[in-house]
């Protein structure tokens, strides 16, 4: 099983990359953590106050869970689990432990990946992610996530005796 870091704002949008991260590394299983950092503030206050860190759990709207809840059943054999972790903090040594603690195994971005902070704290994983020796992948999110446009074919049942005969 793989386990996949994936850096995002909590935007529905930002679990498409779940399709091309299912299609890329078949037949292999996959974990995803979709992961939002912050930087740790310099008031002893707050620095007390970090083990409540639930409210940064307010953050994420119930359609990104909803949306979490969808991506578990349409692929239920192919993803082992899909979680969301917060790291605070903005050293590299510090992400480097981060991604240890989770057993993330490479970081995924979508391409064209924007940075959107959620909270006046949250920083850019990029200068984290490029320092930190783990391998970084760019997926493309709409190569995979477009849904089947099939369409019908209906043959007249008396062209589908025509031809049985």
Known sequence: MKTVLVPTDFNVESLKIIDSLVFTNKPENVGVIFMHAFKLSDSITDML?????????????????????????????????IGIEYFYGSTVAAFKNFIEGVNADCI?????????????????????????????IDLDI????????LFDTKIPADRINALSV
């Open 142 to 149: 709409h190569e995979f996530s477009k849904e089947e446009k």
């Open 108 to 136: 995924a971005y979508p391409k064209d990946y924007n940075f959107n902070p959620i909270h006046k704290f949250s920083i850019n994983p990029a200068s984290l992610t490029k320092h930190c020796g783990c391998q970084v």
């Open 49 to 81: 106050m970090l083990s409540r860190r639930g409210r940064d759990y307010e953050k994420v709207s119930d359609e990104f869970y909803n949306q979490m809840d969808a991506y578990k059943q349409k692929y239920p054999n192919d993803i082992k689990f």
